[in-house]
T-cell receptor
């Protein structure tokens, strides 16, 4: 049971290049999330998904797109990278039951630098 | 709407002394509350959670937190700090409806002096 995995761990892009970050979970979780972490700001929600085939915008969605074609995978795309997207990206998953929000399980993160 | 305020950006303690990391929250709904820890260049690990059961919550590594609705607080404590506790700590709130996304505080960096 690997939990939540992220690929790649590190990446350097030039301004204008594109890339896709892959998140995979093997816990059969319904909900998946992408966050970015910047110094002094905690984590902020980019996009999320409440089930296979569904996606929705979070707090900071501009410049990113996502897809959830399979329940276990959640992809984050940058179509035209900008230096402002230099950050550490975390994927998370959870399985809310009833009226209670249970914890989210986080991947190890992807450190992205855009020059 | 929901928000979290961590009242200290840095806390420094001596090894063996108590730890107190302060957190206030705001939520339109009855919330779930969490504390996560992040060691340098690592991912996030859940320390403990409050999900409307007992108000005093015990977590891993000797940490605990008390949910005080009247004060809208969820402070994290540990009786005796260990060097391995040095890390960044995040207080987190989530509504128990809708997208159930987490709203993070800005973090408290805990330093433990020998």
């Amino acid at each position: 049971n690997a939990g939540v995995t992220q690929t790649p761990k590190f990446r350097v892009l030039k301004t204008g290049q594109s890339m896709t970050l892959l998140c995979a979970q093997d816990m059969n979780h319904e909900y998946m999330y992408w966050y970015r972490q910047d110094p002094g700001m905690g984590l902020r929600l980019i996009h999320y998904s409440v089930g296979e085939g569904t996606t929705a915008k979070g707090e900071v969605p501009d410049g990113y797109n996502v897809s959830r074609l399979k329940k276990q995978n959640f992809l984050l795309g940058l179509e035209s990278a900008a230096p402002s997207q230099t950050s550490v990206y975390f994927c998370a998953s959870s399985y809310p039951r009833g009226g209670v929000t249970y914890e989210q399980y986080f991947g190890p993160g992807t450190r992205l630098t855009v020059t | 709407a929901q928000s979290v305020t961590q009242l200290d950006s840095h806390v420094s303690v001596s090894e063996g002394t108590p730890v107190l990391l302060r957190c206030n929250y705001s939520s339109s709904y009855s919330p779930s509350l969490f504390w996560y820890v992040q060691h340098p260049n690592k991912g996030l690990q859940l320390l403990l959670k409050y999900t409307s059961a007992a108000t005093l919550v015990k977590g891993i590594n000797g940490f605990e937190a008390e949910f005080k609705k009247s004060e809208t607080s969820f402070h994290l404590t540990k009786p005796s700090a260990h060097m391995s506790d040095a890390a960044e700590y995040f207080c987190v709130v989530s509504a128990n409806t809708g997208r159930r996304a987490l709203t993070f505080g800005s973090g408290t960096r805990l330093q433990v002096q020998p």
